[in-house]
């Protein structure tokens, strides 16, 4: 089993973030989906508006704002294809 995971994140436009990553937390019409390298392929639509939470090594983490769309889960990584990925404000304390 993989230690990390290929995440790409892509608009309709553009390719928003490509990288290795430890977990991918995002939220389908099916509900709240954690992703770990390994996890069996799956195709998941994306729910309206959502975020996407690329967790990266050293604890740090990448928000997206995504409205619409697709996660694809495959043995080569994790494709998020939204219809518009920006990077999420960062939460007020």
């Known amino acids: 089993m993989a230690s990390q995971l290929h995440v790409e994140v892509v608009a309709v436009e553009e390719k928003v973030w490509s990288g290795e990553a430890e977990m991918l937390v995002a939220r389908t019409t ?16 994306l729910a309206e508006p959502s975020q996407v ?11 997206y704002d995504v409205a619409g769309g697709f996660l694809s889960i495959t043995d080569e990584g994790v494709t998020v294809l939204a219809e518009s990925a920006e990077p999420a404000a960062p939460a007020a304390r």
Do not use: D, F, M, W
């Open 30 to 45: 099916e509900g709240e989906l954690g992703v770990l390298p390994g996890h069996a392929p799956l195709l998941g639509q």
């Open 53 to 63: 939470r690329v967790k990266v090594g050293g604890g740090e983490e990448i928000t």
